[in-house]
């Protein structure tokens, strides 16, 4: 087991100095469209996209602005993002104890880990963790808004939603555990395209309508499990912040599309602008 896995895409995707990421970081935080409520209460889910900070930052900033009154309560984020360079059957999980960035190590939840290789859909590989972006882009957001926490982080390749979703469940939790899937919207459409088909992705996924397919989002997957979890625990959905490349960073030709989204108990505001234990005895699946 290696002690940690080092940051694949410092220098690319986010700045590679501890400065100047924290700075860009609270930059992302504040510009995001969600003012968060002192009394609101926390999401336990939330749907995060994953491009360069330059282009997504302040989307997924809208979304992470709501951790601040959870920075003391949650220990434990269980994250999901799609594979995009190597192939995996189901969820792979790394053996790694920590996942680095410029702002220092996370700590991975082996115990957490442990349980989920009990099921037949989840596997160990280091492989299909090593140069996705996915998962790390979220770390310093996570970094920022959080206190002491560990990540439970899954690569998700080719698995059903329900697969997924039986994972969501394993490691559910209390209030201690957040869930975020990292996803971007509909890829390379011209800007009024884009916004429309971005605009019926976002109206599914308010509606808890776990039938998203890879044309409408690259973590179609792991975003369909947490819509058929979020339906069975009940939550509410919101949507906020809805925007693409075009109106961040980059010309309206051929944009990417951003989303945030997030998911709490019925009832509870999410102003815009004890742990399960797994099958015993089973081996972890084949990531291959």
């Known amino acids: 087991m290696r ?8 220098g690319m995707f986010y700045p590679e100095t501890p ?29 995060v ?38 192939p995996v059957r189901g969820l792979a999980l790394p053996t790694v104890r920590a996942f680095a960035t410029p702002l220092g190590a996370v700590a991975v939840d082996r115990e957490a880990c442990a349980s989920a290789l009990a099921l037949p859909q989840v596997c160990a590989s280091d492989a299909a963790h090593a140069l996705e972006h996915s998962l790390e882009v979220q ?13 439970v982080p899954f690569a998700v390749g080719d698995a059903t939603a329900a697969e997924v979703a039986e994972v969501m469940e394993l490691l559910w939790g209390g209030p201690e555990t957040l869930i975020v899937v990292s996803s971007d919207l509909s890829h390379y459409h011209r800007y009024a395209e884009a916004r429309e088909m971005d605009r019926a992705t976002g109206e599914a996924i308010v509606a808890l309508s776990a ?14 499990g947490l819509l058929r979890a979020a339906r069975r625990r009940a939550l509410e959905p919101r949507l906020l912040d809805l925007r693409n490349s075009g109106d961040t960073a980059g010309d309206r030709s051929r944009v990417v599309g951003y989303g945030a989204f997030a998911f709490g108990e019925a009832g509870s505001r999410h102003e815009p602008g004890g742990r399960s234990q797994g099958p015993k005895g089973a081996s972890p699946g084949d990531c291959a």
């Open 19 to 47: 400065a100047a990421l924290a700075a860009d970081v609270r930059a992302h935080l504040a510009r995001g469209v969600s003012t968060p409520a002192s009394n609101a209460t926390p999401p336990k889910a939330l749907i």
């Open 49 to 86: 996209p994953h491009a360069g900070f330059v282009y997504s930052g302040p989307i997924a900033g809208s979304a992470y602005a709501l951790l601040a009154a959870a920075r003391d309560t949650i220990e434990r984020v269980v994250l999901f993002g799609p594979t995009h360079r190597v």
């Open 139 to 151: 770390l310093p957001f996570l970094q920022e808004v959080l206190g002491a926490f560990r990540i």
């Open 211 to 224: 039938t998203l397919d890879h044309e409408q989002a690259c973590g179609a997957t792991p975003i369909n």
């Open 3 to 10: 002690d940690a896995r080092p940051a694949a895409v410092a």
